[in-house]
């Protein structure tokens, strides 16, 4: 009697029709077929792997990979690093004079913070706290806080207000004191965003000072309402 499972041209073509059953596969063969697909599902390449990844699977990889791995696992940690800065605030905070050490100048390495010194019922602060919610929230890698001035600076005086210190790294980068900086209650949020820009605080996506366009447009303005050279001689016929 003929063997279904030897390999003749015979009892393939009774397997495409069906007349012998499927070739069975030794279960040496399947075993190996089997490991084979589950390290396929388990073992990825390092380079795509997270860091908890890499740390459940270092095992599978040779002593040729060491190397690579730690080189991939320091990047994975940098770019670990570099989220959590950059999603770290998104708000601008309320503070208090005992808060300014550990929220200002120990705000950690490479932190930026704006701070704004601001009274109640002084209309300008009111409209820099509102920019300052709106630039928070576009830039979450800078810190942005407020706080009532006296409470942050005994005597601090009202005419300095509204005040905005910027600090990185524990120092003072630049500050702006009083209404006259801000240009008073037509402050832009894009003109506030430019003057963080140019301290470093943040990264702004502007191409130029709004500021700059809104001049440009005054002094065109003012241009053209001034008489010109031929109604001047006309008048003086």
């Known amino acids: 009697m003929q063997n279904p499972n030897e390999d003749t041209e015979w009892n393939d073509i009774l397997r495409k ?40 699977n270092e095992d599978e990889f040779g002593e040729e990979d060491e ?33 300014y050490v550990n929220e200002v100048n120990k705000a950690g390495e490479g932190i930026w913070v704006v701070l704004h010194l601001y009274k109640q019922g002084i209309p300008l602060c009111t409209l820099i706290n509102q920019h300052l919610n709106t630039l928070a929230r576009k830039f979450p890698q800078t810190k942005f806080l407020k706080s009532i001035s006296t409470t ?57 000072n709004p500021k700059k366009q809104i001049e440009d447009k005054l002094m065109s303005s003012i241009r053209s309402s001034l008489p010109t050279r031929k109604d001047s001689d006309s008048e003086d016929d």
């Open 17 to 56: 029709k069906g007349i012998l059953p499927p070739k069975e596969v030794p279960k040496e063969d399947e075993e190996e077929e089997e490991l084979a697909l589950q390290q396929q599902s388990i073992v990825k390449t390092y380079e795509s792997m997270t860091l908890d990844e890499l740390e459940e």
């Open 67 to 99: 190397a690579a791995i730690e080189m991939y696992r320091q990047k994975r940690l940098a770019e670990w690093k570099a989220a959590q800065i950059k999603n770290a605030f998104g708000e601008l905070g309320e503070i208090s004079g005992q808060d």
């Open 152 to 208: 942050c600076i005994p005597n601090y005086p009202d005419r300095n207000l509204p005040t905005i210190f910027v600090y990185s790294e524990g120092e003072m980068k630049a500050q702006f004191i009083g209404p006259l900086v801000f240009g008073g209650m037509n402050l832009k949020v894009e003109e506030l965003e430019w003057r963080l820009s140019e301290t470093g605080a943040v990264k702004t996506d502007l191409e130029e």
